[in-house]
């Protein structure tokens, strides 16, 4: 009989107090994304609790068994620490209510995060999506391709046997939030945003931490070129995680190009990435130009071009981004929900030539995929949709 271990994370505080309220229900559905993806029907018995006066996410997890039982069990605490809101690792002893009470042992995290955790916090603007936010869009995303467990460190196995760097793509980048949270895991990240000023902030501000943390490193800003065309300014940066690491070329890469997000087919190589993620603009600060130019401040010198819905600049730029995901990747998308209902997301991926994860018919019950919708403030209702690329 398999040895079954019962698990507690604690939920990591968070300053945004609309935010931390959902927290655990977040937590709660990423870590059931996992369970489905990740963990071959290993994690069981999911659910929330409250120890102490602070909110716990609970879940049962099989030891594994087998010559490979220390690698699976490696990784399981690898994926286990990823999560975006776990805090702080227990092995429970005993059930709440019993009378004996419960015991919590505490559980050494993995260590999945190459840099320092400022990379992601210091950063503060204007419309900025929650860290914490970004983190469980990557990794849900990433469990969504054919190689979840990919989760749990910084490389990607091909069929060949050869490991190479995860790589993440955002195609409406803004100030590089999620090429933060792919470049602290050690995953190769590239961007695209149409505003100019956005790229040139990401590049001060990343050259400035890089150069802060003394990090050996190699940054430039310049202009990308095409066929003898100028196709905008790009930013550039590779990294090593020691010394020794950037000697050896074994580096991380940054890139960010400033260019209309429905060229992305034109940037990049087809099949290069393994997950697409974004944060669609909110339809609030952010407007969208029909036409597929976004424009972050909302201004046009033709304002009936804008419209509030993320829908026609993702219909229009979804073809060029699939073409640069390997088969078996997967795309993530976060949006107001106030400005798009999510049938008409789901009907521009699958247009798309995509498979939308989780959706069901009314009389269905919610799987794991449907329990990410959360107020972000009056106007913003967000939720994520998570579809693949087949093989």
């Known amino acids: 009989m398999a040895h079954v271990t019962r698990y507690a994370f604690l939920v990591s505080p968070s300053h945004n107090r609309v935010y931390a309220q959902a927290a655990p229900r977040l937590a709660l559905a990423e870590l059931s994304v996992l369970a489905e993806r ?5 994690v069981t018995d999911l659910g929330t609790t409250t120890l102490g006066g ?7 997890l099989d030891d594994p068994a087998g010559p490979d039982a220390d690698r699976v069990r490696e990784t399981d605490l690898g994926l286990v620490s990823a999560l975006s809101s776990a805090y702080a690792l227990f092995a429970v002893d005993g059930e709440p209510g019993a009378g004996g009470g419960v015991a919590l042992r505490p559980v050494t995290r993995a260590a999945v995060e190459l840099f320092d955790s400022d990379l992601l916090t210091v950063q503060r603007y204007a419309g900025k999506t929650n860290e914490d936010f970004t983190r469980l869009l990557v990794n849900v995303t990433v469990a969504a391709t054919d190689r979840p467990r990919d989760l749990a460190g910084p490389w990607t196995v091909r069929p060949d046997g050869a490991r190479r760097r995860l790589r993440v793509l955002d195609p409406m980048a803004g100030r590089g939030t ?25 590049a001060v501000f990343l050259r400035t931490w890089l150069k802060n943390h003394r990090l ?13 065309k100028n196709l905008g300014r790009r930013f ?24 209309d997000t429905v060229r992305a087919a034109e940037l990049f190589p087809a099949g290069h990435f393994d997950a697409i993620v974004t944060d669609a603009p909110y339809g609030v600060q952010h407007g969208n130009r029909a036409s597929g130019t976004r424009g972050r401040d909302g201004r046009s010198t033709a304002r009936d071009d804008l419209t509030r819905s993320p829908v026609p600049l993702l219909t229009k730029a979804l073809p060029g981004w699939v073409r640069l995901l390997r088969r078996g ?15 008409d997301l789901v009907d521009a991926l699958t247009t798309a030539g995509l498979e939308v994860l989780g959706e069901r018919s009314d009389d269905a019950a919610p799987g794991p995929w449907q329990g990410f919708e959360h107020r972000v403030d009056q106007a913003i209702q967000r939720d994520l949709v998570v579809a693949r690329k087949p093989r």
Not at 38 to 42: E, K, L, V, Y
Not at 178 to 202: H, S
Not at 329 to 343: D, L, M, Q, T, Y
């Open 38 to 42: 990740a963990f071959d029907g290993r």
């Open 54 to 60: 602070l909110p716990y996410v609970t879940f049962t």
């Open 178 to 202: 999620t090429l933060n949270q792919a470049l602290v895991r050690g995953w190769d990240a590239a961007g695209i945003d149409v505003d100019a000023k956005d790229v040139e902030a990401y």
């Open 216 to 228: 050996k490193h190699t940054a430039d800003l310049g202009t990308l070129r095409r066929d003898g």
């Open 236 to 259: 550039t940066a590779t990294v090593g995680a020691t010394p020794q690491e950037y000697r050896a070329g074994d580096t991380i890469g940054v890139e960010l190009v400033n260019a």
């Open 329 to 343: 990747g997967a795309v993530g998308i976060s949006w107001n929900v106030k400005v798009a209902p999510r049938r």
